[in-house]
Structure formats: C-alpha cells, structure tokens
C-alpha cells in the first residue's frame, strides 16, 4: 500500500546517520557460581556502561563460557546494547579453541528474559536506532540457530517474546516446573511461564516464532494458536510439547545441573558430553500436556486452512461445549484474541500460514530460519510504524490503562492489501543480511 511504502521510505531517510543505512546491516536463577577467570569483550563505545553490564560473560578452567542476563528490574528484557554484547560473547566463543559450551542463565528466578525492550523502543529511540534493534535482534537469532558448540539456555522463570528468541532456537533448553503459590485469594506462577503476545502491543510474534510453530503439533496448529492469541504455557509439559523445551529438569536441581556443568569434562565431542548430562538430570513428565488433550480442538480451529473470522466463528461455538475444559479453553483463546490489535492479527495468521505451508520445502526460503528472519525483518520495520505499535506500548506498558485505541479497531475493517505490502522486499542493501536459500 501506498502510505506503508511512503513511511517506510521515510523511516529509511530518517534511519541514514548521514551514512547510507546499508552500513547498520554489517557492522532467575537463586544460584550463582562466581567463575574464576572474568571475561569481557572490548566495550562497544556506542553503548552505555551501565547497559554492557546487563550481559556478563565468563569462561571456566573446563571450557565452559556462560552468559548471563543481569537485568533483574526490567525482567532482563533486552535492549541494543545488551543485544550486541550478547552476539559479540558468541562471536568470540565460537571462535575461541578453549571454549567448548556455552550455558546462558538469568541471574533472577524471576525471568529469563521477559523479551525485547519494546517500551524504550516506542519512547526513547528514533528511527535509527529501531532499525539497529531489529537488526541486532534478528542476526542474534540467527547466530543461536546456527552456533556450532553446545549452546545450553536455562529458561527459569518468565520466557517470552525475545526470551524465547534466545533460547527458543538453541540446542539445549532446558525447562523447570509450574510452580503455584497462594496469598489470599491471588495465586502467583514463580516458574516457567513462556508466551508471545507481541498482537497485544501492535506488533507480531517476531524472532523466528512461526518457525518454531510450523514444525508443532498439529500440522502447525498448536503454534498458530500460541502466536496468534499470546495463550501463555505455564510448565514443563506443554512446553516440552510443543518443541520450545528439550529437557525437564526441577527448579531445586538446577544448582547442582548448573555445578556438573561447570565441572563436567569436556571432550572432543562436546555435544555427546553434554546431551549424556543432560540425561541424567531430566526428569519425565507424569502429566498429561494440556495442549495434548486439546489439541483435536485446537486444530479444527486453528489448522492452516481456517480463516481468521472462520477461527473466530468455531471458537464461539465451542464456548457452548458440553466439555468444561474445552469452553474455558475456547473462552480464554477468544479473550487472547480480543486484546489483539485486529491488523497484528491478521499480519500473523498470513505470516503464519504462509511458513508452516513452506515447512519441508527445502528449497523454499520460509522453510530455513534464516530465510523467515529476512521476511520478519521487512514487515517488523513497516510495523514498527503503524500507530497500533505505538499505542500498544502506551496502554500495555506505558499508562497501563490496557484501552488501545487499535487502527482499525474490527477485523472486517483491515485492509489486506495494506498487510499484503508488509511482505514486500526491501532494496537489495537494505535486507537482513544472512544467507538462505532463493525461490
């Protein structure tokens, strides 16, 4: 659409240093083991110090580096010096003989990482600076993808949006428990919690999610429900489920996984050595996973065949279920819906269909996560310009009044041409700059 490509045109003149914008494209846990040889790469002189030192890096006398997320007041919520610092740690460590793993932790139970740091994105940055973000993001996803040693993420406590980006594309992930506490009549969730609401903010389920999603149960439908209504997993069992969580292991034992790690001895086959500990720490799940059980539901609902409305129409149908569980479920997924700005939603069920259709073919660019990083990369910078990010941002986390105004604000009055463009390319110079396969 005409008015995306003028603010987009608009967004790049605004994002050119004087320089061409082609030069941004190159360039909770309650235990902590202090390491005994402190590593630090050379500080970026871009980036304040104070924000270099939410991400602390470390490599232990058996090879083992780990990385971690010390930004406990914002729920470690990444911003783009964190984002450098991160990939520059793995740039490093990959390259660096004595490094043979890397683990990445939080230094709070609270959160792994809560995701991007969208609130001073919206604020705080110009137009530059969210097009370093998205950049930086995105090639960090793709460096976790593809990183040649074992890459180990604990994701303790909350994990959503680029928490899941971090971790959600690494070898290991290792999961705790969903465990409950009760005050009066409120009950708090202290363990793992992971979602993606970015259609509640005006934004999509970005970095690398609808790839993840396309490979879930369901041909692809258990995803797509995750994505488009922010439903949040609480627990191992679900997310060992859908794919997000490889191993299980209780939150009481992860000090001591933590310690053998440190201590484990590491050979040339590194990753053996690690997926042998791995084992031995895990757990099996006793319960049944609640998407499991739902999950004839979930895909004559959200299977890639369903149109939003048609997902809408079903929905309030089985809210009349005779089946307890299932009317609640229907009845919460309508509500996660409900917060969505109506024109996310519809950029997420097109994105969404369009790379779980891809899933498979090999020699399609939406079946690689690179090539689903490329895509995402055009339409998170023509999003980041609609109103309906910005004022997400305001309601969610900034006044809180959780009132968007969203633009439109029905799904019968987006206009699909205009979510069409989103897909658009960008100039050759102008597009993320990994490699994947050509149409």
């Given at each position: 659409?005409?008015?995306?490509?003028?603010?987009?045109t608009?967004l790049?003149?605004l994002?050119?240093?004087?320089s061409?914008?082609?030069?941004?494209?190159?360039?909770l846990?309650?235990?902590?083991?202090?390491?005994?040889?402190?590593?630090?790469?050379?500080?970026?002189?871009?980036m304040?110090?104070?924000?270099?030192?939410?991400?602390?890096?470390?490599?232990?006398p058996?090879?083992?580096?780990?990385?971690?997320?010390?930004?406990?007041?914002?729920?470690?919520?990444?911003?783009?010096?964190m984002?450098?610092?991160?990939k520059k740690?793995?740039?490093?460590?990959?390259?660096?003989p004595d490094v043979?793993?890397?683990?990445?932790?939080?230094?709070?139970?609270?959160?792994?990482?809560?995701?991007?740091?969208?609130?001073?994105?919206?604020?705080?940055c110009?137009?530059?600076?969210?097009?370093?973000?998205?950049?930086?993001?995105?090639?960090?996803?793709?460096?976790?993808?593809?990183?040649?040693?074992?890459?180990?993420?604990?994701?303790?406590?909350?994990?959503?949006?680029?928490?899941?980006?971090?971790?959600?594309?690494?070898?290991?992930?290792?999961?705790?428990?969903?465990?409950?506490?009760?005050?009066?009549?409120?009950?708090?969730?202290?363990?793992?919690?992971?979602?993606m609401?970015?259609?509640?903010?005006?934004?999509?389920?970005?970095?690398?999610?609808?790839?993840?999603?396309a490979?879930?149960?369901g041909d692809?439908?258990?995803?797509?429900?995750?994505?488009?209504?922010?439903?949040?997993?609480?627990?191992?069992?679900d997310?060992?489920?859908?794919?997000l969580?490889?191993?299980?292991?209780?939150?009481?034992?992860?000090?001591?996984?933590?310690?053998?790690?440190?201590?484990?001895?590491?050979?040339?086959?590194?990753?053996?050595?690690?997926?042998?500990?791995?084992?031995?720490?895990?757990?099996?799940?006793?319960?049944?996973?609640?998407?499991?059980?739902?999950l004839?539901?979930?895909?004559?609902?959200?299977?890639?065949?369903r149109?939003?409305?048609?997902?809408?129409?079903?929905l309030?149908?089985?809210?009349?279920?005779?089946?307890?569980?299932?009317?609640?479920?229907?009845?919460?997924?309508?509500?996660g819906?409900?917060?969505?700005?109506?024109?996310?939603?519809?950029?997420?069920?097109?994105?969404?269909s369009?790379?779980?259709?891809?899933?498979?073919?090999d020699q399609?660019?939406?079946?690689?996560?690179?090539?689903?990083m490329?895509?995402?990369?055009?339409?998170?910078?023509?999003?980041?310009?609609?109103?309906?990010?910005?004022?997400?941002?305001?309601?969610?986390?900034?006044?809180?009044?959780?009132?968007?105004?969203?633009?439109?604000?029905?799904?019968?009055?987006?206009?699909?041409?205009?979510?069409?463009s989103?897909?658009?390319?960008l100039?050759?110079e102008?597009?993320?700059?990994?490699?994947?396969?050509?149409?």
């Amino acid at each position: 659409m005409q008015i995306v490509s003028r603010s987009l045109t608009a967004l790049k003149a605004l994002a050119r240093p004087p320089s061409r914008l082609t030069a941004i494209f190159n360039p909770l846990n309650p235990f902590i083991v202090l390491p005994r040889h402190p590593y630090y790469p050379r500080p970026l002189s871009s980036m304040a110090n104070e924000e270099e030192d939410f991400i602390k890096g470390s490599i232990f006398p058996n090879g083992v580096a780990v990385l971690t997320l010390d930004r406990p007041k914002a729920l470690n919520a990444m911003n783009l010096g964190m984002d450098l610092k991160y990939k520059k740690f793995l740039d490093q460590w990959e390259t660096n003989p004595d490094v043979k793993c890397v683990l990445v932790e939080s230094s709070s139970p609270r959160a792994f990482s809560a995701g991007g740091d969208v609130k001073r994105i919206v604020v705080n940055c110009d137009m530059s600076e969210i097009v370093k973000v998205f950049t930086a993001e995105y090639l960090l996803v793709c460096k976790i993808h593809e990183y040649s040693k074992p890459y180990i993420c604990l994701m303790d406590g909350m994990t959503m949006g680029f928490g899941i980006g971090l971790s959600g594309h690494g070898r290991y992930r290792v999961v705790t428990e969903a465990r409950f506490s009760t005050h009066g009549f409120c009950i708090f969730c202290i363990r793992t919690v992971l979602a993606m609401p970015e259609n509640g903010i005006g934004l999509f389920p970005d970095v690398g999610f609808s790839y993840i999603a396309a490979k879930s149960p369901g041909d692809g439908a258990v995803g797509f429900y995750l994505g488009l209504t922010g439903a949040r997993i609480s627990g191992a069992a679900d997310a060992l489920y859908i794919g997000l969580g490889t191993h299980f292991v209780p939150s009481e034992n992860l000090a001591s996984l933590k310690q053998a790690i440190l201590k484990l001895n590491l050979s040339v086959d590194s990753h053996k050595d690690v997926q042998l500990l791995l084992e031995e720490y895990k757990k099996e799940q006793n319960e049944e996973p609640q998407l499991k059980t739902l999950l004839p539901y979930i895909v004559s609902t959200f299977g890639r065949d369903r149109s939003i409305f048609q997902i809408v129409d079903e929905l309030k149908k089985l809210q009349s279920s005779c089946d307890a569980a299932v009317a609640d479920w229907a009845s919460g997924a309508l509500l996660g819906l409900g917060r969505g700005s109506p024109f996310s939603l519809c950029l997420t069920h097109r994105h969404f269909s369009q790379v779980a259709s891809k899933n498979g073919n090999d020699q399609h660019p939406l079946s690689t996560l690179n090539g689903v990083m490329k895509t995402e990369h055009r339409i998170a910078l023509r999003s980041s310009i609609r109103k309906d990010f910005a004022e997400g941002v305001r309601a969610v986390l900034v006044d809180k009044d959780q009132k968007p105004k969203w633009n439109p604000s029905r799904l019968e009055d987006v206009d699909m041409k205009e979510v069409e463009s989103m897909f658009d390319p960008l100039p050759p110079e102008d597009e993320l700059q990994v490699s994947c396969p050509m149409k």
